[in-house]
């Protein structure tokens, strides 16, 4: 487990399962997951034993349960995918489903302990990520967690009726150290400059 400010980012397992069927298919995350449409609790129940089984090193990916650190509630799900090696490059993509656990910093705190992982444990150099124009949530914890914006492209997502633009950011590790130098963990709070 690891564990930032507010959240703890553990393995899924089975309990996950009604959790994530609670929210999955709510069209206000939905729709900023590039998926809009739902999904059966059978194809759900398939992506948690898959996801529950990946390993970053084989499989190129990672999947974590975000839970609460006070209540040991679970609230979202954070993703490292598309690991690239020999280049250390890796996607990330954090998910709060629970609406009433929203604009509480668990998005920011998360996408912190998932660059430290990223970074301190895959050994990885750069972490992007792409959110749609219009997630302005998603694109506000990016930057607070240190994502400079890198490229745009253009009118590739279908939502709500209208195209709109797929954003692109990164950060780099060196840039992530500068906040939390020497292993430095999350929990014990980013030395910002």
Same mark, same amino acid.
Do not use: C
């Given at each position: ?60 990916? !990672?999947? +974590?349960?975000?839970?609460?650190? &006070? #209540?040991? /509630? ?9 690991? @690239? ?36 444990? !895959?050994? +990885?150099?750069?972490?992007?990520? &792409? #959110?749609? /124009? ?9 930057? @607070? ?49």
């Amino acid at each position: 487990m690891y564990e930032g400010e507010l959240v703890r980012l553990r393995a899924l397992d089975n309990t996950d399962l009604e959790n994530i069927l609670q929210f999955y298919n709510d069209w206000n995350l939905r729709r900023w997951l590039g998926v809009p449409l739902p999904e059966s609790s059978s194809t759900i129940r398939e992506w948690l034993e898959r996801g529950s089984r990946l390993r970053p090193w084989k499989d190129g990916s !990672l999947v +974590l349960a975000i839970e609460d650190r &006070d #209540t040991n /509630e679970f609230v979202g799900i954070s993703r490292i995918y598309d690991i @690239k090696r020999p280049h250390d490059r890796a996607s990330i993509g954090i998910a709060i489903y629970d609406p009433n656990q929203k604009l509480r910093g668990f998005g920011t705190d998360a996408t912190l302990v998932t660059l430290w992982i990223g970074f301190n444990i !895959l050994g +990885l150099n750069s972490i992007y990520l &792409d #959110t749609m /124009e219009g997630n302005d949530r998603a694109i506000a914890v990016a930057e @607070k967690a240190g994502f400079r914006r890198i490229g745009v492209f253009r009118e590739t997502e279908f939502v709500d009726g209208e195209y709109r633009d797929l954003l692109y950011m990164d950060i780099l590790k060196e840039e992530f150290m500068s906040w939390f130098p020497n292993g430095r963990k999350v929990s014990e709070g980013a030395i910002k400059k």
